[in-house]
């Protein structure tokens, strides 16, 4: 396996038109850091190495990003409301399932499934009772990769910024985005 040189990131980067700054960002390195590499001064450790080379090759490729394919309208419900509202919304919006999000933090999922065990009258019990987990978080910058992943075994992935709820992802999103 050859290892890039100095030279070789110094070249890339610039084929790339990034700037020291921007490989730094990408590859969670610091920009002095980079400036050293790429003029020599200092052998990086191989994870390091990696982290760069993996952030030109992103750079390269145009990575597509949970934020590039995200609906940052999400509707959702609350936990304590009533089932009816969940119903309400998922007719009206024509989903299956939705987030449930407590001051926009998700903690959990609503689908048609868990209102099966519903009874009829139980329409105006709170959400809470009936949800089931949370989909998974991501942030904004997890690659089509790891959302496609995540979608394979859940229903959708919701995007995160700090904890807060700025976005969801189905595989409808996805589709979309092949087709």
Known sequence: MDL?????????RNELELTQSELADRADVSQPLIARIEGGDVDPRLSTLRRIVSAL???ETGIV???DL??????????????SDAVRKMEEEAYSQLPVLQDGVPVG???QGDLVHAEEGDRSEPVREFMSESFPTVSE???LDEVTSLLEHYKAV????SGETVGILTEADIAGRLS
């Open 158 to 161: 919701m995007v995160t910024d």
């Open 65 to 67: 990003r949970a934020e």
């Open 70 to 83: 995200m609906h940052s309208d999400v509707i959702n419900v609350a936990p304590d409301d009533e089932l």
């Open 57 to 59: 090759a992103e750079a």
């Open 141 to 143: 910058d997890t690659t």
């Open 4 to 12: 890039p040189t100095p030279a070789d990131l110094r070249e890339r």
């Open 109 to 111: 999922s609503i689908s």
